[in-house]
């Protein structure tokens, strides 16, 4: 096999309303049993994850926090990737009337809370970058994304970049499929990721989903023909 791997979004992609349909789950299944691991690579929380995520078992790894956090389901392990912010910083922020969620090191929020996130990661001083999906707003320390958490998550299971096909939907996706030996977006990916990905399925979120893996299990995916070399 040329691809090892299938790392994988979760919302709006895996997911349509945070809930993954059952022949999303079959699919996920097959190509487990094919011999080749799937990862979910997510922004989301772990708690609020495992909330949602009826079957988080039958992913090898999820990289959750947007790259900040591994888990291995077969343990119920969690590793944090990076440190989190003061706890000072959640709270200053929540002075200010900011609506946030601290997880293990994310701080989250939402769309129009930008510029007090920005002003008060410069008054704490901190070396913080702010990560932007569709309306959510996502704190994390420099150098933290999707692509740095996928790595940590191959690193564990010995396996290299160029075994991996990606996929996903959001702006949040560029690092971790530009990651990837073979990157896909979804049919209904937004049009900046549509554009930089190597192909874009005809099936949105959970259908295309589905469609790579069919692609994956017919000839590991040599018919989806990268639109650039």
């Known amino acids: ?108 929020t939402w769309v129009p809370h930008e510029k007090t996130v920005l002003e008060t990661i410069h008054q704490f001083g901190l070396e913080l970058q702010v990560i932007f999906n569709k309306g959510a707003v996502m704190v994390l320390p420099s150098g933290v994304n999707k692509a740095s958490g996928l790595e940590f998550a191959l690193a564990d299971l010995g396996l290299s970049r160029h075994e991996v096909v990606g996929v996903g939907d959001g702006e949040n996706d560029h690092a971790f499929l530009g990651h990837c030996e073979l990157s896909v977006a979804v049919a209904d990916a937004v049009p900046s990721l549509a554009d930089a990905a190597d192909v874009v399925t005809r099936g949105a979120a959970g259908a295309g989903v589905v469609e790579l893996v069919e692609a994956l299990l017919d000839d590991d995916a040599r018919r989806l023909t990268p639109r650039r070399p």
């Open 1 to 108: 096999m040329r691809f090892l791997v299938l790392a994988s979004d979760y919302d709006g992609t895996l997911a349509h309303d945070g809930r993954i349909d059952p022949a999303t789950y079959a699919a996920i299944e097959r190509c487990r049993a094919s011999g080749r691991k799937v990862i979910l690579v997510t922004g989301r929380e772990l708690d609020d994850l495992q909330r949602v995520c009826q079957r988080i078992d039958l992913f090898d790894l999820v990289v959750a926090e947007n790259g900040a956090l591994l888990y291995f389901p077969a343990t119920r392990e969690e590793r944090a990737l990076a440190p989190a912010p003061p706890s000072e910083f959640c709270e200053a922020l929540r002075a200010r009337g900011v609506p946030v969620s601290c997880g293990r090191v994310i701080v989250a």
